[in-house]
């Protein structure tokens, strides 16, 4: 089965802290995605990869970046915390025609 | 604009009983459908999709799904639910060559009555 795994299931941070969300697949999928997910809205994209140090935007990216420099892994990075970042945080993963696979989430707190 | 609309915050049914969540859609290309489940404190696990073909998918656990052209919708269904599907459905759009930059619906609560 494939696995996405996400390093954290619950963090709590504190405003202005810099705070790095990483994720690891390991079927070799091309691409990766972080959204965050938060009642009533769905998911959001925030920045997806499709290669190795290749990125693009999402919906949603103001006050997140991402870095993936190795295929298996997809970092998300909020630069400076804010409480309005406080949300779950789902990582997934997908070759070429397949669906997505997901992580378990990030429940993350900026207090 | 492409959007995607799942009208029911919340349903309940009892065990039992017969389902149908709703998902209309808005999308400029032909669309790829998917829903996906989301079980407490899991990730998000794809029941079924549509790309193209036969408009009646069948999914995993029981579940199946009609695609309408001409009413933009994709709704889902499951005869007889169990207490284990109490769970968050999820609703999505996509196209071919979207590279899986898929438009969300904000997610229907299944409860079951038991």
């Known amino acids: 089965d494939v696995k996405v795994t996400q390093s954290s299931r619950y963090l709590v941070k504190r405003t202005g802290e810099k705070v790095f969300l990483e994720c690891v697949q390991d079927?070799?999928?091309?691409?990766m995605f972080w959204y965050r997910q938060d009642p009533g809205l769905g998911l959001r994209l925030i920045y997806f990869?499709?290669?190795?140090?290749?990125?693009e935007k999402g919906d949603i990216p103001e006050g997140y970046s991402v870095s993936r420099e190795k295929k298996e892994r997809f970092s998300l990075i909020l630069e400076s915390a804010s409480t309005n970042q406080t949300s779950m945080y789902l990582c997934a993963s997908t070759g070429a025609g397949e669906k997505l696979f997901f992580g378990s989430g990030t429940q993350l707190s900026v207090l | 604009a492409q959007s995607v609309t799942q009208p029911d915050i919340h349903i309940t049914v009892s065990e039992g009983a017969s389902l149908e969540l709703r998902c209309n859609y808005s999308?400029?290309?032909?669309?790829?459908l998917f829903w996906y489940v989301q079980s407490p404190g899991q990730g998000l696990q794809l029941l079924l999709k549509y790309f193209s073909g036969d408009t009646l998918v069948q999914g995993i656990k029981g579940f199946e799904a009609e695609f309408k052209r001409s009413q933009s919708s994709f709704n889902l269904r499951k005869p007889s639910v169990h207490w284990s599907d109490a769970a968050e459905y999820f609703c999505a759009v996509g196209a071919q060559d979207s590279n899986y930059q898929l438009i969300w619906g904000a997610g229907t609560k299944l409860i079951i009555k038991p």
């Open positions: 999308y400029g290309a032909t669309p790829y």
């Open positions: 990869s499709y290669d190795v140090k290749m990125k």
């Open positions: 079927m070799d999928h091309e691409n």
